[in-house]
């Protein structure tokens, strides 16, 4: 099966049940409105307490506030604690909600494909894209509850991953940055520290990739998480291309789409400075945040769609007749 069909079935069936779009959106807006809650007391802390100004302390995104609360905060022990007491609480709460979301979702994403015919090949009508609607609230929610223990026990270990990750990464820059100050190696150092701060970023992204994977294979499969990484494993190694050929398409939609929202939101700060239609800025920030939202959520779901119908013809090659492709096996779809 080529990668343009595959990639074609996952946004179809991400369009079909396009209500988990619409709650992974909501799910995840309502963890970054928790996240601000305590760095927004934070940083009027900061502002009150310590003298700061208000105005700077609000500025930049919610990572730039939170070091920069944390930078000011460093100065008084137990409110430094208490604030990383508290953030730590609501990240925890929040990827909870989120671990809760993503078994609903896999849920209806596993029966969709099952149920949906070829609808990469068949001609794209009403009618096929209804056999792919699976969305029913009763049966995202069966997904939640059923999921659930899987999904926390496999997002603590994603959390510890994301730790310690950062954890070698900062302590590689703080060691590094003496090192270079200590034998004037500063220039060369900058080079190294960029290259490091891209390989942090590559590195979480293929984390993030078996992550969502081991999801797909719990759910599909009804494992355990250790036979869900011996056969996410299987599945990579045989696999190798069409998950790579996905998750390169997919990663360019992310950095296409990304582009395009800074452009608009660019676009629309320029209107600011105009008397009287700046007041129709805000609205428009709003449009737009939701928009960039769903449309990151639907590219999501549509990767999702494409990796696990590849795992579904892989499974069904294996089942069938052993090692094989999976165009000999499926051929109704190849």
Known sequence: MDLK?????????????????????????????????????????????????????????????????????????????????????????????????????????IDANEHAGPIETDPLTYESLKSAARFTMPAFMDGCVRHFRSYLTLGVLL???????????????????????????????????????????????????????????????????????????RFARAQTRGLGGIFIVVLGMVVGATLASALAWSGVGLIAFVPLVGLAVFPLQIAALVIRGLVFEYIGLTALGAYLTLYRRHALAQTADGPRSIESAIPSIS
């Open 159 to 233: 959390m510890l991953v994301y730790g310690l990750s950062g954890a070698g990464y900062l302590a590689f820059v703080v060691y590094g940055y003496r090192l270079a100050e200590e034998h004037d190696l500063m220039i060369s150092w900058t080079f190294v520290a960029a290259l490091s701060a891209v390989g942090l970023v590559l590195w979480i992204t293929v984390v993030n990739l078996v992550y969502l994977l081991l999801q797909m294979v719990i759910a599909a499969e009804r494992v355990t998480l250790s036979d869900a990484a011996r056969l996410v494993g």
């Open 5 to 109: 069909r595959l990639l074609k079935r996952g946004a179809l069936l991400a369009a079909a049940n396009w209500q988990t779009v619409a709650i992974q959106f909501v799910g995840q807006t309502t963890f970054q409105v928790l996240l601000a809650v305590p760095i927004t007391g934070a940083a009027l802390m900061v502002a009150v307490l310590l003298g700061g100004d208000v105005a700077q302390a609000f500025q930049g995104t919610l990572r730039e506030m939170f070091t920069g609360v944390a930078n000011a905060l460093t100065a008084e022990p137990v409110a430094f604690v208490a604030f990383i007491a508290a953030f730590g609480l609501v990240l925890f709460g929040g990827s909870v909600l989120m671990f809760m979301v993503k078994g609903g979702t896999m849920a209806v994403f």
